[in-house]
């Protein structure tokens, strides 16, 4: 069973297309996350819930808008995509307390906008 | 958030020890030297943590500088499975964990 897992793995859409990324943690953790990685490389936090709260909300443009419809599941949901908004995005999840600071990372989904 | 410094690329032979360095001059007092590692297409992995004393787990060693400024990821024998990115990560540990990445090294392993 893969601990924290994405879907889906690749999307290849169209500009101004709306697109949903979900993910799932089976860890029993109590906080999840998105980050972003761009063309360059870089790793950067977007969001993060603790307990379906919206703890860290990065400098995100509104038209990502995070879900979690409970402590398991994260979604992302993107509104009319753009070019600079193709990346692979991480879900990661950790639990409170002892621990916190591992983080539990998903394979990635990688978005593609046309 | 401290600034980090590290190598853009290391390469080491397979069963050799490696020694990553990471310098953060900036670190604060309360902030532990967090590592982890990128596989190629793969998520970021937790390596190993420690705040003040040199730390050891089944995955590596971290050796931290007495002035906590510098500190050193060991891999005591490198295999081609640890080819990857390592990334130096200073921060606080708290709830909901905010880890600021940096470009980290990329490891290469020859056989």
């Known amino acids: 069973d893969t601990a924290v897992s994405q879907t889906p793995k690749y999307l290849v859409t169209q500009m101004g297309n709306d697109k949903s990324i979900k993910c799932e943690q089976n860890?029993?953790?109590?906080?999840m996350y998105w980050y972003k990685q761009d063309s360059k490389k870089f790793l950067k936090i977007m969001f993060s819930?603790?307990?379906?709260?919206?703890?860290i909300n990065e400098t995100v443009p509104n038209r990502f808008s995070p879900k979690s419809p409970d402590k398991a599941h994260l979604n992302l949901h993107i509104n009319s995509l753009e070019l600079g908004d193709s990346a692979v995005y991480f879900c990661?999840?950790?639990?409170?307390?002892?621990?916190?600071?591992?983080?539990?990372f998903g394979a990635g989904s990688r978005l593609t906008v046309l | 958030d401290a600034k980090t410094t590290q190598p853009n690329s290391m390469e080491s032979n397979e069963e050799e020890p490696v020694h990553l360095p990471c310098n953060h001059s900036?670190?604060?007092?309360?902030?532990?030297i967090h590592w982890y590692r990128q596989l190629p297409s793969q998520g970021p992995e937790y390596v190993i943590h420690g705040l003040t004393s040199n730390v050891n787990n089944r995955m590596a060693s971290l050796a931290i500088a007495e002035d906590r400024k510098s500190s050193t990821l060991i891999l005591h024998r490198a295999t081609l499975r640890d080819a990857a990115v390592y990334y130096c990560i200073p921060s606080l540990i708290q709830g909901a964990q905010k880890l600021v990445f940096g470009q980290g090294t990329r490891l290469t392993i020859n056989p």
């Open positions: 860890l029993g953790h109590d906080t």
């Open positions: 990661a999840s950790s639990r409170n307390g002892v621990g916190a600071n591992v983080l539990t």
């Open positions: 819930y603790n307990n379906k709260e919206l703890i």
């Open positions: 900036t670190i604060s007092g309360t902030d532990y």
